[in-house]
């Protein structure tokens, strides 16, 4: 396979400011890892107790405050979130925005990161995993599906959904990693 991080540099958005939209806006961190002899990518998971998308993976990510662009959002929660420090990010470009059920209009930045302690913040994140990138881009591994839980109001809508050593990934993270994989050629 080409070097990744060309390729993503090469199908992805550039970085930039927020799409112009009503809703509340948010960035999250598509955080590529090299591990164990290959790309990984962290996910986190919401705690039960979270007031949005609990019980839930999720990449790191969060409100835009104040002025902040998308990159600075996502980098921000990052921190907070899994400790990564700014300097271990560096960003390859967007996938395009997205709405989340909590009616988001959410930026999504992808970046090769440098390894460090993570260190998660047991209000915002339970548990963090690491998902292989080639077992994300085997297309036979992915499913759409409706929510796997009960939600009050309208029912949101299939999302592409990805088990991986008994977690379930779908919803708006799965949305974004289906938009990643399919800018990376697949496996031979």
Known sequence: MPDLDAQLTEHLLP?????????????????IFHLQGGDQLL?????????????QFALPGGKA?????PVDTALRECLEE????????????????RV????????CVVARVAPFP????????ERVIFVPLDELRDPARWREL??????????P??????????????????????????RIARPS
């Open 100 to 107: 989340s059920t909590s009616r988001f209009h959410v930026h």
């Open 43 to 55: 996910l986190g998971l919401r705690p039960q107790t979270s007031s949005v998308h609990a019980g």
């Open 118 to 125: 993570v260190r998660s913040s047991p209000r915002e994140i």
């Open 65 to 69: 405050e104040n002025d902040e662009q």
């Open 82 to 97: 899994v400790g990564l420090p700014r300097s271990h990010a560096a960003p390859l470009g967007e996938l395009p925005p």
């Open 15 to 31: 970085i930039g400011g927020w799409a112009p939209t009503d809703l509340r806006r948010g960035g999250v961190l598509c955080p």
């Open 146 to 155: 409706p929510p796997p839980i009960h939600h009050k109001g309208d029912q």
């Open 157 to 182: 809508p299939t999302s592409p959904h990805f088990e991986h050593a008994g977690d379930r990934i779908w919803g708006l993270t799965g949305r974004f990693l289906r938009d990643l994989v399919d």
